[in-house]
């Protein structure tokens, strides 16, 4: 089996190896691997294309956008997602608007561990996915599966822009899979992850897995809940959300992001002003507390979505 974690080095690994343009830049990713292993005997089989980074993120972005404007494909690992907001006037300012300055790509991959784990708390568990989604320029993939964090870890190294990669700390030994997929879908489409006609769930990253969940609670009660992973934020694939809530006539958005704004806002927005006829009842959403993350373990999962929270939320709706 193949976990989530080892989805990811296996695509920086083929990417290493397929193009000599390519290299990886972080904290700590050479001879210790990286925080959580994603680049474990990397730096052993590729010397001189695995290196470590001063503790700066400001300063690994920034060389990172000077190498792609010199012909190179850098993948830029932070720690954690939380730690890459010391490099936000870099990717912001520098790597998003590139393109649109000088004509010049920015193929850089920028990977953010995501989300939170148990005991994490307020620096280490963000999720960061809506505001970087916010700017124009930058690709914001989500992946919510191991097939789609190999194939879309690669397909961002071959994008011309500058890619941020949200990947789910609490997926990488979690989540596994039998074997690495041969084919994949583009970036920027949806994936139906489970049919349904009564309602819809739109989601992404490892609120999937919750969501699928509290599907299979209420598929006991007699509700057939379908599932749409968006697999990316940026773009959204709206025309699939769509035509979902053509088939259920109702919709329920989820994610682990702080509520204000954000991406199960822009869902609701879009479906609201495009597809307003087509709901039976308000559509809702669902997001952590509004609040910084929890450290006691108890907190913590009462501060994010969870299958039981979802479920509940779902039902409430379906009785609109």
Known sequence: MITYLEAIRLAQRRALMEDERVYIYGQDVGAFGGAFKATKNLAEEFPGRVLDAPISEDAMVGSAVGAAIAGMRPIIEMQFADFSVCGFNQIINQAATLHW???VPCPIVIRLPCGGTSGSGPF????????????????????ATVEDAYSMLLEAVAIDDPVIFCEHKLLYYHLKAPSLPTTALPVGKARLAREGRHMTIVTYSAMLHESLAAAEELAAEGYEIEVVDLRSVKPLDTDTVIASVARTGRLLCVGESFPWGGV???????????????????????????????????????????????????????QM
């Open 101 to 103: 300055r000088t004509q």
């Open 264 to 318: 199960t806002a822009e869902v609701i927005a879009r479906v609201v002003s495009e597809g307003f006829n087509l709901l039976d009842a308000p559509p809702q959403r669902l997001n952590s507390k509004d609040t910084p993350v929890p450290y006691h373990p108890n907190l913590w999962a009462a501060h994010r979505p969870t299958a039981t929270t979802i479920a509940a939320a779902a039902r409430r709706l379906l």
């Open 124 to 143: 280490h568990s963000q999720s960061l996915e809506s505001i970087y989604a916010h700017y124009p320029g930058l690709v914001v993939m989500t992946p």
